[in-house]
Every structure is written in structure tokens, then in C-alpha cells.
Nanobody
């Protein structure tokens, strides 16, 4: 059974940076495509970034391109480096895993973490 645990959220000011981490427990980490999603109050869960099992393919939502970077190690972690944060980036950020290639729909992911709060003040 795959279990995902996020960390690294917090309260920052606009323009600051944060690095989120997600640790993958159970199963073979290298077999899973990983994704980051976020959900702001009153809004639907939104795709942020995804990375293929081998790390060669990445994709981002347009609003974070050039500011956020997704990466993964060879052990059990996926990261989301977030630079030049904006107040509209405020949300609960979720890590997700799926078998198969990268996708940007939450419905395509089978495993989810509990989320970590990111709050960006203006």
C-alpha cells in the first residue's frame, strides 16, 4: 500500500521561496509518476506539476511555469521548489502518485498525501 507524506509548507511573504517534499512509502517509488496538486478554499483541486517515473518528463500548469520546479530523487522523495511566490499560490498542496505516464487530472491519480498548507501574504 502506497502512503505519501508531504512536508515543507508554511507562511511566507510574496516573493519568497519554499520547498515542499513528499516521501513515498510502500511499493517501488521508481514505478510511479508523481504529481503536485493544490486546493484553495472554495475552489476545486488544481493540477500544479507532474514528473514521470524516470524524471525525464515534467509538466506544469501555466501559472507556475518559470517559478516552480518539480524534481525527484532515486530513493523515495519528490520535491516542489516554489520561487517568487504570490498570494494566489496560497492553498493546501497535495502530493499524488499514479502508475503510468504523467497526467494533469486528479482523477488519474490513485494515491494521495494528507496535504501541507502554503500561505503567501502580500
Amino acid at each position: 500500500q502506497v502512503h505519501l507524506v508531504e512536508s515543507g509548507g508554511g507562511l511566507v511573504q510574496a516573493g519568497d521561496s519554499l520547498r515542499l517534499s513528499c516521501t513515498h512509502f510502500g511499493g517501488s517509488f521508481g514505478a510511479y509518476t508523481m504529481g503536485w496538486f493544490r486546493q484553495a478554499p472554495g475552489k476545486q483541486r488544481e493540477f500544479v506539476a507532474t514528473i514521470s517515473w524516470g524524471g525525464r518528463t515534467t509538466d506544469y500548469v501555466a501559472s507556475v511555469k518559470g517559478r516552480f520546479t518539480i524534481s525527484r530523487d532515486n530513493a523515495d522523495k519528490v520535491y516542489l521548489q516554489m520561487n517568487t511566490l504570490r498570494p494566489e499560490d496560497t492553498a493546501v498542496y497535495y502530493c499524488a502518485a499514479r502508475t503510468g505516464g504523467p497526467r494533469n487530472s486528479p482523477e488519474d491519480y490513485s494515491y494521495w498525501g494528507q496535504g501541507t498548507q502554503v500561505t503567501v501574504s502580500s
